[in-house]
């Protein structure tokens, strides 16, 4: 069974630019969740979405958004780049979208992402 | 607001000993509480839960304990491993989300 796939795995941007990050869960998973990881703050909750409607949301600015597709794929964005986004941007797949329902909630190797 | 936390940044154990991470809550709420580990180069992975009825729950040469009076939440690693050298986070849902502590880096010595 695969794990939870995440592309790119490295990615340089400029201020100012945008980019998109990529998520495929484990197969029959319909909860995908995002992470910003960071030394400061930390693991992050940016959002989560289960059958393509967005379930929660953290506190990121709105230059962070998501989507799901009817496959369960996800994707984030992030718009108008800033130098503190340079993060690890982590995914976790599980199969229902209430934490403590489901305890297996697998996580992605994430996406380095450097902004310069 | 919202702060689940550890105590120590950096924890140092010797190979054969016993590891104890510690974790500290705020939210008296928190009713689901999970240990994640993560090695380099990797996502978390998932090591143990407990819920907020239980005091105590044990797993593989893991053993999560739970002090909701203190609002305190304890990882012990018996029998510590190289392959136990990784950053551990405590981490609380609520409100249908995850949030998660700073993490605590496991060092094994020799």
């Known amino acids: 069974k695969a794990g939870v796939t995440q592309t790119p795995r490295y990615l340089i941007k400029t201020r100012g630019q945008q980019v998109t990050l990529s998520c495929s869960p484990i197969?029959?998973?319909?909860?995908v969740s995002w992470y910003q990881q960071t030394p400061g703050q930390g693991l992050q909750f940016l959002f989560e979405?289960?059958?393509?409607?967005?379930?929660n949301k953290g506190n990121f600015p709105g230059r962070f958004s998501g989507r799901q597709f009817s496959n369960s794929r996800s994707e984030m964005n992030v718009s108008t780049l800033e130098l503190g986004d340079s993060a690890l941007y982590l995914c976790a797949s599980s199969l229902t979208w209430r934490a403590e329902w489901n305890t297996e909630a697998f996580f992605g190797q994430g996406t380095r992402l450097t902004v310069v | 607001g919202e702060s689940v936390g550890l105590h120590l940044p950096t924890l140092s154990v010797q190979e054969g000993d016993n590891s104890i991470i510690n974790c500290a809550y705020s939210n008296s709420a928190s009713d689901y509480f999970i240990w994640y580990k993560q090695e380099s180069g990797k996502g978390p992975q998932f090591i143990i839960d407990?819920?907020?009825?239980?005091d105590k729950r044990q797993g593989q040469r893991v053993t999560v304990l739970l002090n909701k009076t203190v609002k305190h939440l304890s990882l012990q690693i018996a029998a510590t491993q190289p392959g136990d050298s990784a950053v551990y986070f405590c981490a609380d849902s609520r409100d249908d989300k995850i949030i998660f502590g700073k993490g605590t880096r496991l060092h094994i010595l020799p």
């Open positions: 979405y289960f059958s393509e409607t967005q379930r």
């Open positions: 197969s029959g998973h319909r909860s």
């Open positions: 407990i819920r907020s009825n239980m």
